[in-house]
């Protein structure tokens, strides 16, 4: 029975040998075609924005705030808002925001533009007040450009009147050259 045990232990590792069997197997080439890490690819995450936007209307209370008619001062109620959305955006870093302002469609289009883009940067200065970083924020006026509802009344109008928080990717960030990867060294012949 020993002499069949050590028979068969001195003929495995020949036959492993002879079929090219290597205990730690390395990760075969790069084939030509496939995406490589390098410049233009993204290092951090790739997000998953509509579950990020759902995950702060949800904690945050909304996505939105509103302004009276031609004013770009905070509310009560919409810094209440924003501090719960910069606690969010303080747990997330890795998440940008554009902070879209807009206005109702009964200014001129001028008007509307300068009016959005200020009651953006109020945001925006609240946010960074907070402790969110601003880089990642930035700002975007809409103006009347988008607005919520066709209907023409009062009602409608100061829902134009808003600034949203929309999250977005974070721009790729270029590959430093210590992250690229890193070639794998091959065995030595004759290397046991």
């Known amino acids: 029975m020993m002499r069949a045990l050590l028979l068969c232990s001195a003929l495995f590792p020949s036959v492993a040998s002879a079929q090219g069997y290597q205990p730690y197997p390395y990760p075969p080439a790069p084939q030509?075609?496939?995406?490589?890490?390098?410049?233009?690819?993204?290092?951090?995450?790739?997000?998953?924005?509509?579950v990020l936007e759902q995950d702060l209307r949800m904690k945050a209370g909304s996505d939105t705030v509103r302004f009276g008619r031609d004013t770009y001062v905070l509310t009560p109620q919409s810094q209440a808002t924003l501090t719960a959305q910069a606690q969010w955006l303080i747990q997330h870093p890795f998440v940008n925001a554009s902070i879209e302002g807009h206005a109702d469609v009964r200014q001129t289009r001028d008007y509307a533009l300068a009016l959005g883009e200020r009651r953006a940067a109020a945001v925006r200065n609240y946010l960074i007040a907070s402790g969110v970083p601003p880089e990642q924020l930035q700002i975007v006026s809409w103006g009347r450009e988008r607005p919520t509802g066709d209907a023409v009344h009062d009602a409608t109008w100061l829902q134009n009147s808003r600034v949203v928080l929309v999250l977005k990717q974070p721009p790729p960030q270029p590959v430093q050259p210590w992250m690229q990867p890193q070639p794998i060294p091959q065995p030595q012949p004759g290397y046991r």
């Open 32 to 50: 030509q075609g496939y995406p490589q890490p390098g410049p233009g690819y993204p290092a951090g995450p790739v997000l998953a924005i509509p």
